[in-house]
């Protein structure tokens, strides 16, 4: 009988206060965060992680002192697992591999190794590619699986922005919030809320930004409310570096001046973590107060929403079916030329 292994990638995030700076040094000291060569990079991961520590560990203290995104994607993985295993005639077994927190892509890999799969399915839960998640994970499972001698052929599944049973189960999440945001639809204007990326991540020729418009314009055709007003934004911006606009803060006074009630949809997020649950709940619904919205409604995130696991599902059943190494969804290059840091740009 066939064994799969499913691999799930996602951040991480501090399991405790004492974790918070040591999480924030393994995010920094990433090479696909920061470029500069090691030594340099370990000194500035230190410097930026020592002196943000405080900062990150009083967001998190707003949500019990710790990420509650591995206990969301733990429950995404048994779920999955629950749809797959044994529905086509073999094993399926779903792991978690965290990038720069517990379970590592070491520790993942060591249980993946001891299951030995027939086939390995890498699939990221970050439905739009970045060099910064998905590629960055992409790397460090492939040293990991070296040094546990795996072999078994692997697929994965690079991007899925446009994936229809996804598309569907964002787009169901955001019209009930529409229809609760405003008696007329008209009046509430739809943000579409990505985490930023610093904006010479982009003109190097990342595609994250193009494939975040992409799953929003797809959300919108998805909707088929021909009067709806929406934008995409974007969040979290850190450090003194220019970033890619518009931001979600900006759209928020915007929105507050026109007299607009907001619906914020967390479009690169599939699960609850700090950037909703404390960014987007707390912090810009504040924001938004002070600038006059009237009424300010946050669309959840997937998490273990059944049309969202059923989709991924999907994925994964379609992935044999796939080359091995890096595809994306229908296995040809999702992102038009010019996008260098496409990981199909040479194929």
């Given at each position: 009988?066939?064994?799969?292994?499913?691999?799930?990638?996602?951040?991480?995030?501090?399991?405790g206060?004492?974790?918070v700076?040591?999480?924030?040094?393994?995010?920094?000291?990433?090479?696909?965060?920061?470029?500069?060569?090691?030594?340099?990079?370990?000194?500035?991961?230190?410097?930026?992680?020592?002196?943000?520590?405080?900062?990150?560990?009083?967001i998190?203290?707003?949500?019990?002192?710790?990420?509650?995104?591995?206990?969301?994607?733990?429950?995404?993985?048994?779920?999955?697992?629950?749809?797959?295993?044994g529905?086509?005639?073999?094993?399926?077994?779903?792991?978690?591999?965290?990038?720069?927190?517990?379970?590592?892509?070491?520790?993942?890999?060591?249980?993946?190794?001891?299951f030995?799969?027939?086939?390995?399915?890498?699939?990221?839960?970050?439905?739009?590619?970045?060099?910064?998640?998905?590629?960055?994970?992409?790397?460090?499972?492939?040293?990991a699986?070296?040094?546990?001698?795996?072999?078994?052929?692997?697929?994965?599944?690079?991007?899925?922005?446009?994936?229809?049973?996804?598309?569907?189960?964002?787009?169901?999440?955001?019209?009930?919030?529409?229809?609760?945001?405003?008696?007329?639809?008209?009046?509430?204007?739809?943000?579409?809320?990505?985490?930023?990326?610093?904006?010479?991540?982009?003109?190097?020729?990342?595609?994250?930004?193009?494939?975040?418009?992409?799953?929003?314009?797809?959300?919108?055709?998805?909707?088929?409310?021909?009067?709806?007003?929406?934008?995409?934004?974007?969040?979290?911006?850190?450090?003194?570096?220019?970033?890619?606009?518009?931001?979600?803060?900006?759209?928020?006074?915007?929105?507050?001046a026109e007299?607009?009630?907001?619906?914020?949809?967390?479009?690169?997020?599939?699960?609850?973590?700090?950037?909703?649950?404390?960014?987007?709940?707390?912090?810009?619904?504040?924001?938004?107060?002070?600038?006059?919205?009237?009424?300010?409604?946050?669309?959840?995130?997937?998490?273990?929403?059944?049309?969202?696991?059923?989709?991924?599902?999907g994925?994964?059943?379609?992935?044999?079916?796939?080359?091995?190494?890096?595809?994306?969804?229908?296995?040809?290059?999702?992102?038009?030329?010019?996008?260098?840091?496409?990981?199909?740009?040479?194929?």
């Amino acid at each position: 009988m066939a064994r799969t292994a499913v691999v799930l990638f996602n951040l991480g995030g501090p399991d405790g206060p004492g974790a918070v700076r040591p999480f924030l040094f393994n995010l920094f000291n990433d090479p696909a965060i920061i470029g500069a060569p090691a030594p340099i990079r370990w000194l500035i991961a230190r410097l930026i992680s020592t002196r943000r520590a405080p900062v990150a560990r009083a967001i998190y203290a707003n949500i019990g002192g710790k990420s509650p995104l591995l206990d969301y994607t733990l429950e995404q993985a048994h779920a999955l697992e629950a749809v797959l295993d044994g529905k086509g005639g073999g094993v399926v077994r779903v792991f978690v591999a965290m990038r720069y927190w517990h379970p590592f892509a070491d520790e993942a890999a060591r249980e993946v190794a001891a299951f030995e799969p027939d086939r390995i399915v890498l699939l990221p839960l970050y439905p739009q590619f970045s060099t910064t998640t998905s590629g960055s994970s992409f790397s460090d499972w492939s040293r990991a699986a070296r040094a546990e001698g795996i072999h078994a052929p692997s697929t994965g599944v690079c991007c899925w922005f446009r994936e229809p049973g996804y598309v569907s189960a964002q787009a169901r999440l955001v019209r009930h919030a529409i229809e609760k945001a405003a008696t007329d639809p008209a009046r509430a204007r739809l943000l579409f809320s990505a985490h930023g990326l610093p904006k010479k991540i982009v003109e190097r020729g990342d595609p994250y930004q193009w494939q975040i418009e992409q799953t929003a314009a797809a959300i919108v055709e998805a909707l088929a409310m021909p009067e709806l007003d929406w934008r995409v934004c974007y969040q979290s911006r850190v450090g003194p570096l220019e970033w890619i606009g518009p931001s979600t803060e900006g759209e928020i006074a915007a929105a507050g001046a026109e007299g607009r009630s907001l619906v914020v949809m967390p479009i690169a997020f599939v699960s609850e973590h700090s950037e909703t649950l404390v960014e987007l709940d707390i912090e810009y619904r504040k924001l938004a107060g002070e600038a006059g919205v009237p009424l300010y409604v946050r669309v959840p995130a997937l998490c273990s929403d059944a049309g969202f696991i059923e989709a991924l599902a999907g994925i994964v059943r379609t992935a044999p079916a796939r080359k091995t190494g890096l595809a994306s969804l229908d296995g040809a290059r999702g992102c038009p030329a010019g996008f260098a840091g496409c990981p199909l740009a040479v194929s």
